[in-house]
């Protein structure tokens, strides 16, 4: 398998724009975990599905952030519209439904809205 | 509220030297830990894990890691490190619904 597939690796945007990241778990992996790192507050959960259901979005910052997984093999987290201090690198990591299995990650979203 | 502390933001070790990052956790029940290591602008990597039986656990690159039940403790240990080990590492705990918290993480600077 080749990991969780992240893109675009590198995004810049305009200030007001709609941004879409986009991920691809390992194949077989029943959760998804989206995260985002800063300086300032290292890695956050955003929100994290199971089995395609959302379960937990208690992390997304505000309304203007969405995430979907329509099916087994995507997802997507919107931001609507982007502001700078949405500025960051947004993980996408997935596992297996078992409590003691790590996450693997993916390499990364880096967003810079100007 | 369930958390993850890493009470060190830099550690600066010479190559050779041994290195311990502390981790602590504030979980109603003993949650599911990790360790991993993220190279700068690279994803994380998972160094080791904890979930039950042998408290002193091994992971890839020569660290290990030791679970404290009565510290809320899981500290990662490498007794020489390399100036690759150079990176920032991170603590992260897995509770009963799944939910994979971190810690605020620590940069490792490897002087020669």
């Known amino acids: 398998d080749a990991g969780v597939i992240q893109s675009p690796r590198h995004e810049v945007t305009e200030m007001g724009q709609e941004v879409t990241l986009r991920c691809k778990p390992i194949?077989?992996?029943?959760?998804l975990f989206w995260y985002r790192q800063t300086m300032m507050r290292g890695l956050e959960l955003l929100i994290y599905?199971?089995?395609?259901?959302?379960?937990?979005d208690s992390g997304m910052p505000e309304d203007r952030f969405s995430a979907k997984m329509p099916n087994a093999s995507f997802s997507t987290l919107k931001i609507q519209p982007s502001e700078p201090r949405d500025s960051a690198v947004y993980f996408c990591?997935?596992?297996?439904?078992?409590?003691?299995?790590?996450?693997?990650f993916g390499q990364g979203t880096r967003l810079t809205v100007v | 509220a369930q958390s993850v502390t890493q009470p060190d933001i830099h550690i600066t070790v010479s190559e050779g030297a041994s290195l311990e990052l502390r981790c602590n956790y504030s979980?109603?029940?003993?949650?599911?830990l990790f360790w991993y290591v993220q190279s700068p602008g690279q994803g994380l990597q998972l160094l080791l894990k904890?979930?039950?039986?042998?408290?002193l656990v091994q992971g890839i690159k020569g660290f290990e890691a030791e679970f404290k039940r009565s510290q809320s403790s899981f500290n990662l240990r490498k007794p020489s490190v390399h100036w690759s080990d150079a990176a920032e590492y991170f603590c992260?705990?897995?509770?009963?619904?799944?939910?994979?918290?971190f810690g605020a993480g620590t940069t490792v600077t490897v002087r020669a």
């Open positions: 990591a997935s596992s297996w439904g078992n409590l003691n299995t790590e996450a693997f």
């Open positions: 194949s077989g992996h029943d959760y």
């Open positions: 599905f199971n089995n395609n259901v959302p379960i937990d």
């Open positions: 979980y109603g029940a003993t949650p599911y």
């Open positions: 904890y979930f039950s039986g042998d408290t």
């Open positions: 992260a705990a897995r509770s009963n619904d799944y939910k994979l918290s």
